[in-house]
């Protein structure tokens, strides 16, 4: 099966910086869209940023100016890197691929495949 591993998440402190990766593992024949979304304690998921096979990107609007979102295509990988970090990006952060798998040799296509998530806290 495929899976989506995050990494980097942790402890900031206000006004610092992060780098979180996820890579994509598994079966896969195609990634288009990869994207991180965040959950913070009692409010619903948002986009932080996506961006697709070609390098197109969107930024949420909570984070333009300070998130940049990268992909390696070869390696199946997306990144995020945040800076001026504030107590309010304190999340759950969130890796998400659109992406087409062989499953016992079917091809499947799945939109919104979700990685187990990494929590970001920001110290104040």
């Known amino acids: 099966q495929v899976q ?17 990766s996820c ?7 195609s990634i ?4 991180w979304y965040r959950q ?11 961006i697709t096979s ?3 990107t969107i930024y949420g609007d909570s984070v333009k100016g300070r998130a ?8 199946n990988a997306v990144y995020l890197e945040m800076n001026s970090l504030k107590a309010e990006d304190t999340a759950v952060f969130y ?6 798998y062989s499953d016992h040799d079917v091809p499947v296509c799945q939109k919104d495949y979700w990685g187990q998530g990494t929590q970001v806290t920001v110290s104040s």
């Not at 913070?40 to 996506?50: C, D, F, I, T, Y």
């Open 4 to 20: 989506l591993v995050e990494s980097g998440g942790g402890l900031v402190q206000a006004g610092g910086s992060l780098r979180l």
């Open 23 to 29: 890579a994509a593992s598994g079966r896969i024949f």
């Open 32 to 35: 288009s869209a990869m994207g």
């Open 40 to 50: 913070a304690p009692g409010k619903q998921r948002e986009l932080v940023a996506s």
């Open 54 to 56: 070609g390098g197109s």
């Open 68 to 75: 940049t979102i990268s992909r390696d295509n070869a390696k």
């Open 95 to 100: 890796c998400n691929a659109d992406l087409c």
